[in-house]
């Protein structure tokens, strides 16, 4: 699976999080998001992440009109999507995740979907993904639907649960968000761990849902005030220094080469622009330390303070 998810880094390592093309972040207009699904193409990314929870299909919907519009053959992007998790509510069972597929499929238009990810498993029971999500997504992978299976999810813990329980090579990827990022770097101590299970990492939310941009993060956002009002101090700090804090979150993020995908949610041409420009200037001139080691300064109060997510497993 590693050789295979490196066919996902032209461009370093960046992914486009579809996620705000739902209007999960503000609304977004079709053009717009076809657009920026059409820039990210032809500045190297070719791997998009979607799910059906995602502004209530909204997501998929867009993302299908913007793959469309590329008009290149479908062997060129990646495209990941996701079960279990709806507008509805959760439901890992597997029925209803052998539906899900069919259901995504329509939404993008495509024929097959190279990832399909159980999406944030700690609401559910995590045994029931071990004995009959995950078997269900196999038999999905040998009818040719999906490529891939992966698990999404906050909390560290639900990967080396599952993990620790599967066959070896019956999931072949896990998406973490949130824990690769300025404010909070936890994913770093599971690294050795992941590599030893030959799982494909990827980590999604490097501007941690917003909190590391200018604009600042949706009210939505499950982050504490004192977490939120210390990402504001650092944004507002960096502005006046003439800096940009999501450029600098970026280069962060994309710095650890044991992770092989960063995801990163755009909505537009010139969030996608700056974006490749952070990573590309990243390649070009390495990280700005100094700017780095001040924001940091700023995080280090609320350094890896997370929230709570999901059900308690019995
Ligand atoms: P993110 O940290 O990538 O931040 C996205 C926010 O930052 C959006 O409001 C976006 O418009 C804005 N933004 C992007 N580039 C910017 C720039 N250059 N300047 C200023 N603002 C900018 O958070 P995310 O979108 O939640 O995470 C990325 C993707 O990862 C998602 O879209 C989704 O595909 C995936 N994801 C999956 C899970 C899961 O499976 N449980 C959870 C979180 C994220």
């Known amino acids: 699976m590693n050789a295979q998810l490196s066919e996902m880094r032209p461009l370093g390592s960046v992914g486009f999080g579809a996620s705000p093309l739902g209007s999960v972040f503000g609304s977004v207009s079709e053009s717009d998001a076809v657009a920026s699904v059409l820039e990210a193409f032809r500045l190297g990314i070719n791997f998009f992440d979607t799910s059906p929870y995602y502004g209530a299909t909204l997501s998929e919907k867009m993302l299908g009109k913007g793959l469309k519009a590329l008009g290149v053959p479908r062997s060129e992007y990646i495209v990941s999507t996701k079960c279990g998790r709806y507008r509805e509510g959760f439901d890992f069972s597997a029925e209803r995740v052998t539906k899900s597929i069919d259901e995504s499929l329509e939404r993008l238009q495509l024929d097959y979907v190279d990832i399909f990810q159980c999406h944030d498993i700690e609401f559910g029971s995590l045994d029931q993904v071990v004995n009959e999500t995950i078997p269900a997504l196999q038999k999905l992978k040998e009818a040719g639907k999906i490529r891939f299976i992966g698990i999404t999810g906050l909390p560290l813990e639900i990967f080396t649960y599952l993990l620790d329980r599967v066959p070896p090579g019956t999931v072949d990827v896990i998406l973490s968000y949130c824990h690769y990022s300025i404010n909070d770097s936890t994913l770093e101590d599971l690294l050795p761990y992941l590599k030893t299970k030959g799982v494909g990492i990827i980590s999604a939310s490097p501007l941690a849902m917003g909190l590391l941009t200018e604009f600042g993060p949706p009210e939505w956002h499950p ?55 952070a990573a590309t200037e990243l390649v070009l001139f390495g990280k700005d330390h100094e700017t780095l080691a001040e924001v940091e300064a700023i995080l280090k109060p609320v350094k890896n303070q997370t929230w709570p997510s999901g059900i308690q497993q019995s």
Request: charged share 20%; with cysteine; aromatic share 4%.
């Open 223 to 277: 982050a504490s005030p004192e977490l939120k009002s210390a990402c504001q101090a650092a944004a507002v700090y960096c502005k006046e220094k003439g800096k940009n804090i999501s450029k600098l979150a970026m280069q962060y993020s994309l710095s650890n080469k044991d992770i092989s995908t960063v995801l990163v949610g755009m909505n537009s041409v010139k969030q996608v622009e700056e974006n490749v420009a």
